[in-house]
Structure formats: C-alpha cells, structure tokens
C-alpha cells in the first residue's frame, strides 16, 4: 500500500512520547510568535526613527540650504557691481598710496 509523505512523516510522530511532540509544537509555535513581535517592533522603531529624522533634521538642511543660496546671491551681486576681477578673497589687496610726508 502506497502513503503520502504526510501520512509518512504523521505515522513517524506516533513513535514519540506525547511530551515531546507537545514541547517541540509549543517550541515552534513560540517561536514563530518571537519572530513576529520581534518584526513588529522593528518596523515601529524604523518609523519612530524616520518620522523623529523627518521633523528634527529637515529644517536644519532647509535652513542651510538657504543660507547658501543667500551667501550666492551676494556674491553674484558683488560680482555685477564691481566687475569680474573683483571676487571675494581673489589675490592680494590693492596697493595703497604713500601718505604724504610731514613737514618739521
């Protein structure tokens, strides 16, 4: 007579003690639920995370943003007032003239 390898395995279970098939079910069944809390959890923290990322650091990034762009627009409007060769911090300063010499 042919059996299913579910029969098999099912005929092979009555050869242990009934305490040990109950200690492996509840091991397994525990397990499974260790599993799902610990997934749980895991994607609770993972929000908690983002979500605490999302309000605290995006207006530092904004605002650092902006006062980039502001540090550009002066530097651009310097840069049309007085000319290409007049960039911040470019090569040394002007020469100054020579006060005038005091007489005694």
Same mark, same amino acid.
């Given at each position: 007579?042919?059996?299913? *390898?579910?029969?098999?395995?099912?005929?092979?279970?009555?050869? +242990?003690?009934?305490?040990?098939?109950?200690?492996?079910?509840?091991?397994?069944?525990?397990?499974?639920?260790? &599993?799902?809390?610990?997934?749980?959890?895991?994607?609770?923290?993972?929000?908690? *995370?983002?979500?605490?990322?999302?309000?605290?650091?995006?207006? *530092?990034? +904004?605002?650092?943003?902006?006062?980039?762009?502001?540090?550009?627009?002066?530097?651009?409007?310097?840069?049309?007032?007085?000319?290409?060769?007049?960039?911040?911090?470019?090569?040394?300063?002007? @020469?100054?003239?020579?006060?005038? @010499? &005091?007489?005694?």
């Amino acid at each position: 007579m042919d059996e299913t *390898v579910l029969e098999r395995i099912q005929a092979l279970t009555e050869m +242990f003690p009934n305490w040990l098939r109950k200690g492996v079910w509840s091991v397994g069944v525990n397990t499974h639920e260790g &599993v799902k809390w610990c997934y749980s959890m895991g994607r609770t923290a993972t929000w908690v *995370v983002c979500s605490t990322a999302a309000i605290m650091i995006m207006p *530092v990034l +904004f605002e650092i943003e902006r006062a980039t762009v502001e540090e550009q627009q002066k530097q651009q409007q310097r840069q049309i007032l007085l000319g290409p060769g007049a960039m911040a911090g470019s090569g040394p300063p002007p @020469p100054m003239m020579a006060p005038p @010499p &005091v007489p005694k």
